[in-house]
């Protein structure tokens, strides 16, 4: 009887091991190149010295590539995106946890990605990897609209949004 546990057990264990549950949804997969304007709102307002805070940021624009192997021209899209990082108005890092959800289907089709991104004054790069597989680049401009204002609120420590435009193009397909 002990026998045919342990067998039943292993059984059980290598099916599960060996792939995704029945019923389990494949992620959705992306490749090609977004453009997009956002603006990133900050748990900390920013100032001249740098600091931990976190941020949210939503972001819309269009890709042209494919989804899911089907291609697309100028698709519409939402980023939505919570995030951690070491500021200031001068620069820093961050870390994202994102969701891309483009305008297919009848709830949209959400991508899952992470970004690693750095930075000084108004220019940001960052690496992006899919959360299943894939990576890419992002660049994000905040120049066009760093006027008088911002460079008042971040002399006074009180820089609590800013917007951006960015570009995003894969290396290799994205998925998650």
């Known amino acids: 009887m002990a026998r045919r546990t342990i067998g039943v057990a292993l059984t059980i264990f290598f099916a599960l091991a060996a792939g995704p549950a029945l019923g389990a949804e494949k992620p959705n997969r992306f490749e090609g190149t977004c453009h997009m304007s956002g603006e990133v709102r900050f748990g900390t307002p920013l100032g001249n010295l740098p600091r931990a805070t976190t941020f949210t940021d939503s972001a819309t624009g269009a890709c042209t590539g494919t989804l899911n192997g089907e291609p697309?021209?100028?698709?519409?899209?939402?980023?939505?995106v919570s995030g951690t990082g070491f500021l200031s108005c001068g620069g820093g890092r961050t870390s994202t946890h994102d969701t891309l959800?483009?305008?297919?289907?009848?709830?949209?089709?959400?991508?899952?990605?992470?970004?690693?991104?750095?930075?000084?004054?108004t220019q940001l790069v960052g690496y992006v990897r899919g959360a299943t597989a894939g990576h890419g680049v992002v660049e994000a401009n905040l120049a066009p609209y760093v006027d008088q204002s911002v460079l008042d609120a971040c002399q006074a420590g009180r820089?609590?949004?800013?917007?951006?435009?960015?570009?995003?193009?894969?290396?290799?397909?994205i998925s998650g």
């Open 159 to 173: 820089l609590e949004s800013v917007r951006y435009d960015a570009t995003a193009r894969t290396i290799t397909p």
């Open 72 to 80: 697309m021209n100028d698709l519409p899209f939402v980023n939505s």
């Open 101 to 121: 959800t483009f305008a297919r289907g009848k709830h949209g089709t959400p991508v899952h990605i992470t970004v690693e991104a750095a930075g000084g004054l």
